[in-house]
């Protein structure tokens, strides 16, 4: 995988961590928020971190 193609994931895991964070806030708003969704969102911004590191590394190594 090229360095522009790690970048785009990166950019793009980025981008989702922002977009879970908005439907969060969203779904919080709501009068009975949808607790499984609010677990499942965090846990996913909970990982792509992780991800985003890997992808960091590799892209230094080229």
Do not use: F
């Not at 995988?1 to 970048?7: D, E, T, Y």
């Not at 909970?46 to 190594?61: D, N």
Request: net charge positive; glycine share 4%; no cysteine.
């Amino acid at each position: 995988m090229g360095n522009r193609r790690l970048r785009k994931s990166v950019e793009s895991y980025q981008a989702r961590i922002r977009e879970h964070q908005a439907k969060i806030e969203e779904e919080l708003r709501r009068p009975e928020p949808r607790w499984e969704l609010i677990r499942y969102w965090e846990k996913e911004i909970r990982t792509y971190p992780g991800r985003v590191e890997r992808l960091l590394r590799r892209m230094g190594r080229r």
